[in-house]
C-alpha cells in the first residue's frame, strides 16, 4: 500500500512538473512575440487604431520587403494592442519563416464595440456595406503611410484574417481588388455580387466543415462565385474542423510559401 501510495505520489509531481514547464514554454513564447512585434499607434484627426509591427529581422540597404496585413477575429478586440497577437502572428516570428520569408507585418486591433465589418456574421450572406468600417478605413490608412514611410516591395503586400478579420479580408481586397498581391480569408464571407472584382487575384481561402459559427457556405458560394466569373481561386476545406481553422493554416510553411510567392499581378495561383 505504501509502495503504491509513494507511486502516485511520484507521478503526481511529474506531471505537476510537466504542466509547469509547458506553461512556462507558452508564457516565454507569448512573451516573445510580444517583445519582437512592436507597440504602435496611428492617429487620424481625433480617432487612432493601435497596432503591433514587425520589421524584418535585417534590413538590407537598397533593398524592399514583402508586407503582410493580419485581421484577428472578433474574440481579439480590445484596447490592450496584444491580445490579437494570440492567433497566427507567431508563426511569422519562427526562425525558419524569419529566415525564408523576411517581411513588415502589420497587426491592427479593432476596438470591443466594433467590426472590421459591420455585418451580421451569422448570416448565410450579406450585402457588403456602403463604406468601409472605421476601423477598417484607419487600417487602410495606416497601411498606405507605412508602405511610403518604410522598404516596402508595393507589388508583395498581403492581406489574411481570421473569423472576424476572415470578413475583413473579404471586404478589403473586393474594394481594392488591385491592391494586394494575394489573400488567404480564412472562415470569413463576402458579397458575392462582387466576385467578379476578384478574378484576377490570387486568393486561397480556408474553412472547416463543422464550423457552427460562420457557415461554411460563406466560403463555398464565395470561391463558387469567384470561379463562375472566369476567376482561379484556391479553396481549402478541413474535414471535421469547426471553427479553429486557422491554427493549421498558418503553421502550414506550403500556405506561407505560396503566399510569398505571390507577385501583384503574377498568376502563380496554383
Known amino acids: 500500500m505504501q509502495g503504491r501510495l509513494a507511486g502516485l505520489i511520484y507521478s503526481g509531481i511529474l506531471a505537476t512538473l510537466f ?4 506553461n512556462r514554454c507558452h508564457a516565454e513564447e507569448t512573451e516573445s512575440v ?6 504602435k499607434v ?12 514587425l520589421s524584418p529581422p535585417e534590413i538590407k540597404s ?5 508586407l503582410v496585413l493580419f485581421l484577428h477575429g472578433a474574440g481579439e478586440r480590445g484596447n490592450d494592442n496584444t491580445i490579437q497577437l494570440v492567433h497566427g502572428l507567431s508563426e511569422f516570428v519562427k526562425v525558419d519563416n524569419r529566415s525564408d520569408f523576411p517581411c513588415f507585418v502589420i497587426a491592427p486591433q ?10 451580421d456574421w451569422t448570416k448565410t450572406e450579406h450585402d457588403m456595406p456602403e463604406k468601409m468600417s472605421v476601423s477598417l478605413k484607419l487600417t487602410d490608412e495606416l497601411l498606405q503611410q507605412i508602405s511610403e514611410e518604410s522598404p516596402i516591395d508595393t507589388n508583395r503586400i498581403y492581406i489574411t484574417g481570421l473569423s472576424m478579420g476572415g470578413y475583413g479580408t473579404w471586404d478589403f481586397i473586393q474594394r481594392k481588388p488591385n491592391y494586394f498581391a494575394a489573400a488567404i480569408p480564412i472562415c470569413g464571407g463576402a458579397d458575392e455580387n462582387y466576385a467578379d472584382r476578384l478574378i484576377k ?3 486561397w481561402a480556408f474553412h472547416g466543415d463543422q464550423d457552427n459559427a460562420v457557415p461554411l457556405i460563406r466560403t463555398t458560394r464565395m470561391i463558387a462565385a469567384i470561379k463562375k466569373a472566369e476567376g482561379n ?3 481549402t476545406i478541413y474535414p471535421g474542423v469547426g471553427h479553429n481553422s486557422w491554427t493549421q493554416t498558418y503553421a502550414n510553411r506550403e500556405v506561407l510559401r505560396w503566399l510569398f510567392d505571390q507577385h501583384r499581378h503574377s498568376s502563380k495561383c496554383e
Open 233 to 235: 481561386p484556391k479553396m
Open 62 to 66: 537598397g533593398e524592399k520587403y514583402p
Open 19 to 22: 504542466l509547469s514547464t509547458i
Open 34 to 39: 510580444s517583445e519582437v512585434y512592436q507597440k
Open 42 to 53: 496611428y492617429k487620424s484627426g481625433n480617432q487612432r487604431l493601435l497596432y503591433r509591427f
Open 110 to 119: 479593432c476596438p470591443a464595440e466594433k467590426k472590421w465589418v459591420e455585418v
Open 201 to 203: 487575384l490570387p486568393l
